[in-house]
């Protein structure tokens, strides 16, 4: 790998999205947007003293959960125009290594997504009054490697795509199941072996885990520890998978 490739690669598909007010407000503005109204779902619950409040629970996955989405959405469909276009043909014509090529793109998107999560996780602690006994420092590394997750998915799927609706279509396929499976709506524990055995090979659930053990613990735990390993290894999993479908030639 060159850095210096990969820098100048991450320089100009930041470049690129500075001029693309639409994608910024969807990557910094939607997922902030998106926890307001689950903020304003529960805001009129009737609870007994002491008891913690449903946004409190709910409003911690969402922290993992919408930036996972959106960075999916916005680096697929982004890497399917450079396929279309023929900038990414252009580009691997040139003495540019694949991995400098890809790895560039991951950080451009990666540094997003960290954006992403200070400014989700700034609005429900600051703004909404988000109440967890664990440090806000490890949401938000949970929920940078969630994101960065999605960067990879995103970038591994837009290779099986030719246009934006086919790269919109991964949507149910890549991302709905995890959002099902991942123990936001059923304890891992209570599912079917089936649905369970599923479930524990998607990198979702394991950050579901790591934001349940935030909010358990005052200081941070092995299991946590684990969960953080186990998501970033899918991260470098998927990059890799997604090195393997940067073609020298378009379909």
């Known amino acids: 790998m060159n850095p210096l490739m990969m820098a100048a690669t991450t320089d100009r598909v930041l470049r690129q999205l500075r001029g693309d007010p639409r994608s910024i407000a969807l990557i910094l503005v939607v997922p902030s947007l998106l926890l307001a109204v689950v903020y304003f779902l529960f805001e009129n619950e009737t609870l007994p003293p002491g008891v913690p409040r449903t946004f409190d629970r709910v409003g911690l996955m969402m922290l993992a959960i919408f930036p996972f ?33 890809l790895f560039g ?30 440090n806000a420092g490890w949401v938000v590394l949970v929920a940078v490697v969630n994101a960065v997750l999605g960067v990879a998915l995103g970038l591994l799927c837009s290779a099986f795509a030719t246009t934006e609706f086919q790269a919109v279509q991964f949507m149910p396929v890549v991302v709905v199941p995890q959002i099902l499976l991942c123990g936001l709506f059923v304890q891992r524990g209570q599912m079917n072996s089936v649905l369970e055995a599923i479930s524990n090979v998607m990198p979702l659930s394991y950050s579901v885990d790591a934001l349940q053990e935030i909010a358990a613990n005052t200081e941070a735990t092995s299991a946590m520890a684990a969960d953080l390993v186990v998501m970033a290894a899918f991260v470098v999993v998927v990059l890799l998978l997604a090195s393997l479908t940067l073609r020298r030639r378009s379909r």
Do not use: C, N
Not at 123 to 129: I, L, M, N
């Open 69 to 101: 989405v959106v960075m999916f959405l916005v680096t697929s469909i982004t890497m399917l125009r450079e396929r279309v276009s023929g900038t990414l043909e252009r580009l691997l014509t040139t003495p540019i290594h694949k991995a400098d090529l």
């Open 105 to 134: 793109y991951a950080l451009a998107f990666s540094i997003m997504a960290a954006l992403q999560s200070l400014v989700a996780t700034a609005v429900a602690y600051w703004v909404f009054g988000m109440d967890i006994k664990g």
